[in-house]
T-cell receptor, first 111, second 114 residues
C-alpha cells in the first residue's frame, strides 16, 4: 500500500501568519501532487497541484515539492480565519492515475 | 461549466437493505472515481473508470459492492446488503484522461446505516 502521511493536527496559527502544511509519500515513482481543502461537512476542493521539483505559487498559496526527499508542502501566507479547514495531500502514483490521499491536516486560523 | 453532480445528498437505511448512489461527471471527463471517506480520514479509492472500463477496482468489496458506467458518462455505485460499517460519505470525482490531471469532486452522499 502506497502511503501518504500527514500530521493530523490541529495546526493553529494566528491570523496573518504563514501556515505550513507538510506531507510525505512512500512511492518514489509518484508523478503529480495535489492539495485539497475540505471544510467540515463539505467535499474536497482542489486548491493547488504541482508536478515538478521546486515551488509553485498561486495567490497566497505556495506548493513546494522535493522528490528526492519525497516531501511536498503547502504554505498559506497571510492566513485568514476562512482558511480554517482540513487540508488533504493527494499523490498520483506511478502505477496508475488514481489519487492516493493522506488523512489530512486540520488547520485553525485564530483571529 | 457544471461540476460533478451526485445524488442523493443524504441516505439513511437499515442494515441489510440495498442502496444506490448516482454520479454525473464533468462534461468531457473520461475518468471517473468513486471514493469512500470515513470521519477523520482521507478519501479511499473504491473504483476508477476510464470511459466505461473499470481499470482499478482492487479496493472495491466485491461481495457487496458493485458499480457500473454503461455509456462511459454517468455511474452508479450500489451496496447490497448494507452493513453498519458502510456508514460513510461516498464521493464521486472526475478528471480528464491520462496522468497528471486534476480530479474534481462532487458534493458526496452521506450514508447512514442503522
Amino acid at each position: 500500500q502506497k502511503e501518504v502521511e500527514q500530521n493530523s493536527g490541529p495546526l493553529s496559527v494566528p491570523e496573518g501568519a504563514i501556515a505550513s502544511l507538510n506531507c510525505t509519500y512512500s512511492d518514489r515513482g509518484s508523478q503529480s501532487f495535489f492539495w485539497y481543502r475540505q471544510y467540515s461537512g463539505k467535499s474536497p476542493e482542489l486548491i493547488m497541484f504541482i508536478y515538478s521539483n521546486g515551488d509553485k505559487e498561486d495567490g497566497r498559496f505556495t506548493a513546494q515539492l522535493n522528490k528526492a526527499s519525497q516531501y511536498v508542502s503547502l504554505l498559506i501566507r497571510d492566513s485568514q480565519p476562512s482558511d480554517s479547514a482540513t487540508y488533504l495531500c493527494a499523490v498520483n502514483g506511478n502505477s496508475g492515475y488514481a489519487l492516493n490521499f493522506g488523512k489530512g491536516t486540520s488547520l485553525l486560523v485564530t483571529p | 461549466e457544471a461540476g460533478v453532480v451526485q445524488s442523493p445528498r443524504y441516505k439513511i437505511i437499515e442494515k441489510k437493505q440495498p442502496v444506490a448512489f448516482w454520479c454525473n461527471p464533468i462534461s468531457g471527463h473520461n475518468t471517473l472515481y468513486w471514493y469512500r471517506q470515513n470521519l477523520g480520514q482521507g478519501p479511499e479509492l473504491l473504483i476508477r473508470y476510464e470511459n466505461e472500463e473499470a481499470v482499478d477496482d482492487s479496493q472495491l468489496p466485491k461481495d457487496r459492492f458493485s458499480a457500473e458506467r454503461l455509456k462511459g458518462v454517468d455511474s452508479t455505485l450500489k451496496i447490497q446488503p448494507a452493513e453498519l460499517g458502510d456508514s460513510a460519505v461516498y464521493l464521486c470525482a472526475s478528471s480528464r484522461s491520462g496522468g497528471n490531471t486534476e480530479a474534481f469532486f462532487g458534493q458526496g452522499t452521506r450514508l447512514t446505516v442503522v
